[in-house]
Each structure stands twice: as structure tokens, then as C-alpha cells.
């Protein structure tokens, strides 16, 4: 079947049966869509937008780049991306900056990652994800679905813009709705993180300073005291800011405008304020509430939720695309066993459960400390007593899930921290205790609106 246009849209009227039903086309839906009809399953992709469309989240990871090679996209990526070689921090309680390169990490053949502007790159992976084969409805969003529909196939219905209603009968449900959570807000089961909360306010800059040569398209992170900013060079000059902050910090916005707020902000921050003394925005600056959050689980009999639509952790660390992406591979195998081997399709189900935990399992770790005084102060002065730099720069690469033996020396730097903390007592309990009124939970809907 010839894969459909943005100006002619497939019609399913024939044939509503398909094998694999896809909510939504970002790159956690265009991954295991490409994967699945490469394996010869008729696949069925609804997203609500239309491509191109704005998006957050333009810091790819050095691990990301095989997976392109593999999907067939690398050489148009690289067209559009900017180089990261590697990240930098600013601290307002460190007289210095403090520069991590990829090429450092354990593995030395993965040194670069790319930035990237969203609307770009998920195209790409949307229409190669046509070219393979998938059936893609643009501006069409699920209104419906029985998963129970019959004991073979679940039911659903889908608006198309043009189209109107839309029936599909698939063996086979895989949520990559994003943040609309469509699965998990059905059964009711996305909860806030209780060990993280934040929230972020973001646009783009024109004219913002950057850094020379090799490093132009590092990405940066500011600390400030309610949070941090990141500051993410893009092709053609322009500059992505956003600051995450905690929830008490939202509620101060009051009647300000997510522009000006976002600007007052950046005031906190010097050594950003700085970079940006001479930009401008290019776009409307937007919020999103809500952060960090996970979903009670991932999968069951005829059904998979895969990147933001099964959790979301805070992104200092580059790590959504990633994690989005490798969930649709570790997807694309649990599918299509199940569909081709039913009888093998739960413990299929249980190995993508694994790899769907273990990503945000691993980042949260130091997620959760990033802002305290005494990891601040170890990521300011990394060293690498047992490889334990090499191995938390493979972290930050996304190196987490092939055979770099990383996990000894990850553990080393734990032990590291927590002896840091038993040294220094009351800053420890300090930080435990300012953590706690940050993360508290706070009515700041008006504040992210």
C-alpha cells in the first residue's frame, strides 16, 4: 500500500483491520512504527497535529545516533542538527564554569550528539516512518477506544479533519501520545512523581551569545536558586532557553506574563542573563505544568505505552528523545512477538517492562540530587578515582543499555556522594529539607497556565 500525503490521506474504510494501532507521531510513535511495518505488520499511526509543529526537547544524546544509522534517517539529521560535543555547568556558588565532553566517556566512539529543532527532526522520523510502509493520519486524534472490543481485536474511532470519523480494528494498541497520556489518564493510573516536581516556562532567542569553535553547540545549564535554566543552540542562530523550575516558584508568577515572567527569571541567573543582554524572542513563550510523572504500568494483554505517554523525568539531562526512542525498539520486539508468536508474547511484555524501568530508573538517581550542595559541588570538581567520570559521562551519553560496563563505577561515585553527605551533615540536612518544600505539592495550575 502506497504510504499516504499530508494532501491525501489513506482512507481505513476498506479496511479498518490492521495489526498494529500507533497514537501519536512523535519519535517514540515513528520509531516502532518503522520498526513494526519493516517486519511486515500492517500499522496504523493517528496523530493529532500536523507535521512540522513546534516541540520542546531539542538536545539529542550521542546514543541516539546508531538508532538513526539503523532507521535509515542519519544523513538527514545530521542536515539539520547542530554538533554537541558536550555539556557545561554554571553555578552561582562556583567561581568557574564546568565543561563534560562526550568523547571522555567510557566508550570513545560515540563523541557527539546533535541539537536539533523538533519540528525538523520529527518529521524525518514521521515520514520515514510513511516511506516504510505506515499508514499515517495527520489531524486525526483518537476519540475512542475498546481494548475488549472482541477476544482477537480491540475498537476504535479517530476525528480526521477532513476525513471525519475514522474505525480501526487493531490486534495490537501501542500509546505514544505523549503528554497527553492517553492510556494512562483512561485507566486512571499517571501519578505525579513523588520524588521530583517541576515545571518549565521556554522559548526561542535570536542573537543570544554563544560559545566559539568546537563548543558552539554545547548545550549549558544554569543553577539558580528555584531550579535551573537550559540553554540549547540551535541552527540558523537561534537559541532555545527554558527555566524548570520548582512548584512554589510557579505560584509566584501572579499576574505577570509567561514572557515577562520567563524574563525576571533569567534576571536571576547572571551568568545567563549575560548570554542572553543582546537576544530576543522569536516565538511565543509557553509552559508546561505537571513535569515529572509515571504511569502505574507500561503494558498489558493487547496494549503498550511507550516514551511521555508511560513517564516523564525532568530533562537536565537530554534524556527524552532517547528514552523515547528506545522504548519504541524495545516495543517493536515485544509486538510483533505477540502477534507472531502469542504464547511468547508475556514474557516478550516482561522484558519491555525491564527496559521501559530502566532508563528513567538510572537518569532519576541523579536527577534527584542535581540541585543539591554537595553534588553540585562533585559535579564542579569531577574526578575519576575507579573510571567513575568515564562512567557518569556514559550516562549522560544514554549509554545505559548495551555492554559498556559502566554500572561498578556508577556505584563507586553513590558511595562517593553518600559519603560527601555523612562529611558535611548539616549541609546534607539542609538540602534534605529544602528538597522537601521544593517538591511539596502545590496548586500551581494558574501558574504554568
Known amino acids: 500500500m502506497k504510504p499516504e500525503t499530508a494532501a491525501q490521506p ?34 496504523v499511526l493517528v496523530e493529532k497535529d500536523q507535521h512540522p509543529r513546534f516541540h520542546i526537547g531539542e538536545s539529542l544524546l550521542p546514543a541516539n545516533l546508531p538508532l538513526f544509522d539503523e532507521l535509515g534517517v542519519g544523513e538527514q539529521v545530521r542536515a539539520i542538527g547542530m554538533m554537541k560535543w558536550g555539556a557545561e555547568f554554571e553555578s552561582p556558588w562556583h567561581a568557574h564554569q564546568q565543561a563534560f565532553t562526550f568523547a571522555e566517556a567510557w566508550n570513545k566512539e560515540q563523541p557527539h550528539a546533535y541539537q536539533v529543532r523538533r519540528s525538523e527532526f520529527d518529521e524525518i522520523l514521521l515520514r520515514n516512518a510513511e516511506r516504510a510502509g505506515v499508514r499515517v493520519f495527520e489531524r486525526c486524534k483518537l476519540e475512542q477506544l475498546d481494548l475488549e472490543a472482541t477476544p482477537e481485536r480491540a475498537a476504535a474511532t479517530a476525528r480526521h479533519a477532513t476525513l471525519g470519523a475514522l474505525d480501526f480494528q487493531p ?22 512523581n513523588p520524588r521530583h516536581s517541576s515545571l518549565a516556562v521556554y522559548g526561542h532567542f535570536a542573537g543570544a551569545q554563544r560559545n566559539s569553535g568546537q563548543t558552539a ?47 525576571d527569571g533569567i534576571a536571576m541567573a547572571p551568568k ?35 516514551g511521555d505517554a508511560y513517564a516523564f523525568i525532568d ?13 519504541g525498539v524495545a516495543a517493536a520486539e515485544a509486538v510483533d ?14 522484558r519491555f517492562d525491564k527496559v521501559m524501568r530502566h532508563g528513567p530508573r538510572e537518569f532519576s538517581w541523579l536527577i534527584y540530587r542535581m540541585t543539591n550542595p554537595v553534588m ?23 549509554d545505559i543499555y548495551g555492554r559498556t560496563p559502566i554500572w561498578g563505577s556508577l556505584a563507586v561515585f553513590k558511595l562517593i556522594y553518600y559519603a560527601s553527605s555523612v562529611a558535611r551533615p548539616r549541609t546534607a540536612l539542609r538540602a534534605w529539607r529544602q528538597r522537601r518544600f521544593n517538591i511539596r505539592s502545590v496548586d500551581s495550575t494558574a501558574g504554568a497556565a
Not at 172 to 186: E, K, Q
Request: aromatic residues 10%.
Open 171 to 192: 490486534r495490537f494498541v501501542i500509546d505514544a501520545s505523549g503528554r497527553d497520556t492517553f492510556l494512562s489518564n483512561r485507566f486512571q493510573i499517571k501519578h505525579k
Open 315 to 327: 530533562p537536565v539531562f537530554s534524556s527524552g528523545v532517547w528514552l523515547a526512542m528506545q522504548g
Open 10 to 43: 489513506a482512507s481505513p474504510s476498506t479496511q479498518p483491520a490492521c495489526d498494529v494501532l500507533v497514537i501519536g507521531g512523535g519519535p517514540a510513535g515513528s520509531t516502532v512504527s518503522t520498526l513494526l511495518a519493516r517486519r511486515g505488520h500492517d500499522v
Open 376 to 398: 553540585r559541588d562533585l559535579l564542579m570538581a569531577p574526578r575519576n578515582p575507579l573510571r567513575v567520570k568515564e562512567a557518569l559521562l556514559s550516562l549522560l551519553a544514554g
Open 217 to 263: 553547540g554545547n548545550i549549558t545549564i544554569f543553577w539558580f536558586d528555584h531550579g535551573w535554566f537550559w540553554f540549547i543552540p540551535l541552527p540558523d542562530g537561534i537559541t532555545s532557553v527554558g527555566m524548570v523550575a520548582w512548584p512554589y516558584f510557579m505560584k509566584t508568577r501572579g499576574s505577570r506574563s509567561l514572557e515577562q515572567f520567563l524574563h
Open 272 to 306: 545567563l542573563a549575560e548570554r542572553l543582554a543582546g537576544a530576543r524572542l522569536v516565538n511565543t513563550v509557553e509552559a508546561t505544568g505537571n513535569f515529572s510523572y509515571t504511569s502505574e504500568r507500561n503494558h498489558g494483554r493487547n496494549y503498550a505505552m511507550i
Open 337 to 350: 512477538t505477540c502477534l507472531r508468536q502469542p504464547s511468547h508474547g508475556a514474557a516478550a511484555l516482561r
